[in-house]
């Protein structure tokens, strides 16, 4: 039965408590969310710093209360850095009232093994759970340094990395919702994998422009006009007071 267009006033949506579709046997529902400017970039220098306001990030952290995992790729966690936390006290005790943990698990997946050990991830074990997907084919010195960190790494085909993921935070971690934060190569592989079932996306009031620079989904093929991924649009939002536009949209097979 299709969604219906929710409007809402002017201002912030409320994050906090999503109606969600349950998830399939195979995997979480996944969620995703991203910034971007006017011109379609999600990454300034490198990194997506600068493009959404402090209410963007307070929303970034209502998506989190609904998450049971918090998925990003090693690029991200080597550009910026990653945690699952959730600052705010209030949005902690939501997540309390609901039997949850107050962070969700946070989760990296990498081929390499080529990653930052000095990074948050890795070493605030006493602020939030997380698990490392790591590709069999990485070298045993770079797992055996990931291993020592005292995060569980798991071990996944290099050939089938993001479904092993996925079926693991499913079966072993009993995740029914999971929210993913970047990056593009990461989001692509989702919708590839017909997996990414909604999108929340902030449009900023910026234009970054140059010749290259990410979008919000990246992927390894060329698109056809008859492959095009069709979403829903679940509401539309617009800030005055920041300029940002917040969307969100659900994919309908």
């Known amino acids: 039965m299709p969604h219906a267009y929710r409007a809402y006033p002017p201002g912030k949506p409320d ?4 109606d969600l579709p349950p998830a399939p046997a195979h995997r979480p529902y996944i969620l995703v969310n991203m ?16 493009l959404g306001s402090p209410t963007d990030q307070r929303l970034m952290r209502e998506l989190r209360v609904n998450a049971d995992v918090i998925l990003n790729g090693a690029g991200t966690l080597r550009a910026s850095g990653t945690s699952s936390r959730i600052d705010a006290e209030e ?9 949850k943990p107050p962070s969700p698990t946070a989760a990296v997946i990498s081929r390499s093994g080529d990653l930052p050990l000095d990074r948050r991830f890795f070493t605030a074990h006493d602020e939030f759970d997380a698990v490392l997907y790591l590709a069999t084919s990485a070298p045993d010195d770079r797992r055996a340094a990931l291993v020592a960190t005292g995060r569980p790494v798991i071990d996944v085909p290099p050939h089938d990395t993001l479904p092993s993921a996925l079926r693991h935070m499913r079966h072993e971690l009993g995740a029914d919702v999971l929210l993913v934060e970047g990056g593009p190569t990461l989001n692509g592989a989702l919708l590839q994998a017909n997996a990414l079932d909604e999108l929340f996306l902030t449009v900023g009031p910026l234009i970054v422009g140059g010749t290259h620079g990410l979008t919000a989904i990246e992927t390894s093929t060329t698109p056809t006009v008859d492959g095009l991924t069709r979403m829903e649009l679940i509401h539309a939002i617009p800030n005055p007071e920041t300029g940002e536009v917040y969307l969100r949209y659900r994919h309908r097979p």
């Open 91 to 99: 949005l902690q005790a939501i997540r309390r009232e609901r039997g």
């Open 35 to 50: 910034v971007a400017s006017l011109d379609g970039k999600v990454a300034v220098e490198g990194r997506e710093r600068g």
């Open 15 to 18: 994050y906090t408590a999503l």
